[in-house]
């Protein structure tokens, strides 16, 4: 069966500018698999502006066992879904927006390769920094299956990054990890949540890109993957993260 790839990721893009939730496409389209998804995401790509870097998705057991999956998957980051420190998060401007934790890579130099290691990355990072992604589902109620979440870009709704530390010393699987929400601590982790390492996500991010012929560029932003479950977050909120060696980092909503 042909699959429209191009009115499917139109759907998508509705569905984000006019914040409006769908029905998972994979109801429509029972054979959509990883590889259609993730052509769907490209097509979306032109839409968000400047591209930034890349982010991984379900990469921690809290996340894939909130979202009832067992394997990573990736989105892109463009200038659209940059929030600057201190600037309020309008939940409006989202559907059903949900703040978690991330460490953030800053690639020093170019990075690609099928074989790239965990240890290749760490040497290829400029900086590490605490991050608070945004995600946002385009589809109703957080329903979808793999190939639907990879086709909606990996739920990517914004991001904020504080100021990034070089990783030398640091030992990102030991770092600990809190969430408050409105002065209330909701989760805590460990870096590890991420792959066993957030490095070893990343060296994940840089093999899988290879198989789609890219890599990642000096300068690419790359959130490694939320640590703990999401929070949902509507006006007034406050959402702080703050990962030990890296900071603190606040997000208001409005
Ligand atoms: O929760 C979700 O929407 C799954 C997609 C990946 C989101 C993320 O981990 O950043
Ligand atoms: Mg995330």
Redesign the pocket.
């Known amino acids: 069966m042909t699959v429209d790839t191009q009115a499917l990721a139109d759907r998508l893009t509705w569905a984000r500018t006019t914040r409006t939730a769908i029905p998972q496409l994979s109801d429509e389209v029972p054979g959509l698999d990883l590889a259609t998804g993730y052509a769907v995401q490209r097509l979306q790509r032109p839409g968000l502006g400047r591209p930034v870097g890349w ?6 057991r809290a ?1 894939q066992r ?2 009832g ?1 067992d394997a990573p ?1 990736y ?1 892109f980051l463009a200038s659209d879904h940059v929030l600057d420190l201190g600037e309020p998060l309008t939940t409006a401007e989202h559907i059903n927006p ?1 703040c ?1 934790p ?1 460490i953030v890579f800053v690639l020093g130099r170019d990075l690609a390769g099928a074989h790239v290691t965990t240890t290749e990355v760490l040497a290829a990072t400029s900086g590490v920094a605490v991050g608070i ?1 945004v ?3 385009r589809f109703t109620d ?1 329903r ?1 299956t793999m190939p639907d ?1 990879v086709a ?1 870009n ?3 709704g914004r991001y904020v990054v504080g100021a990034p530390v070089h990783p030398d010393g640091i030992d990102l699987r030991l770092v600990g990890v809190v969430l408050e929400h409105d002065g209330d601590v909701v989760a805590t982790a460990s870096g590890a949540a991420s792959l066993g390492h957030p490095a070893a996500a990343v060296a994940w991010l840089v093999r899988a890109l290879a198989a789609a012929g890219e890599g990642l560029r000096a300068g690419d932003v790359v ?1 490694s ?2 640590l703990t479950a ?1 929070v949902p977050v509507g006006p007034g909120d406050v959402v702080v993260a703050t990962i030990d060696r890296l900071g603190s980092l606040e997000l208001a909503c409005r």
């Open positions: 982010k991984l998705g379900v990469t921690s996340k909130q979202v999956v998957i989105g949900r978690e991330e992604e995600i946002d589902s957080y979808f979440v909606d990996a739920s990517a959130l993957g939320g999401a």
